[in-house]
């Protein structure tokens, strides 16, 4: 995810909570890059904190999901897959997700493969 994306983002978080929407948007970018990038465990760490700030967004919650699943950890892959969905039953790529990770995660999943919307 670019500068750009991250840039659509923030405003939209920054009204639905300040600071801490900001911070989550700016943790989110990172894991996400860090995700893409092959870094599963910074993914997470990022990502983790990004959720705990914004509790609310369903992309940090599934790129939260595809990051435990690089790692293994599918108890909680699965979970944050449900969490995506359970916030917007409209995003698609989490709605895979939770499909692959159900089905043991015989298919992999993209990282990019949604955009990042405040509302989910």
Same mark, same amino acid.
């Given at each position: 995810?670019?500068?750009?994306?991250?840039?659509?983002?923030v405003p939209a978080l920054l009204l639905a909570g300040g600071c801490a929407s900001?911070?989550? /948007? %700016?943790l989110y970018d990172r894991g996400t890059?860090?995700?893409?990038? +092959?870094? &599963?465990? =910074? *993914?997470?760490?990022?990502?983790?904190?990004?959720? /705990? %700030?914004v509790p609310h967004a369903s992309e940090i919650q599934n790129h939260l +999901?595809? &990051?435990? =699943? *690089?790692?293994?950890r599918h108890a909680e892959a699965l979970a944050a897959f449900?969490?995506?969905?359970a916030l917007d039953c409209d995003n698609g790529a989490a709605q895979r997700n939770l499909r692959a990770a159900e089905g043991g995660f015989a298919a992999?999943?993209?990282?990019?493969?949604?955009?990042?919307?405040?509302?989910?």
């Open positions: 995810m670019g500068g750009a994306r991250l840039r659509s983002l900001f911070e989550g /948007a %700016r890059a860090a995700l893409v990038r +092959g870094d &599963a465990a =910074a *993914a997470v760490a990022d990502l983790e904190r990004a959720a /705990a %700030r +999901g595809l &990051a435990y =699943a *690089a790692l293994g449900r969490r995506a969905v992999p999943a993209a990282v990019a493969s949604e955009p990042p919307e405040a509302a989910r």
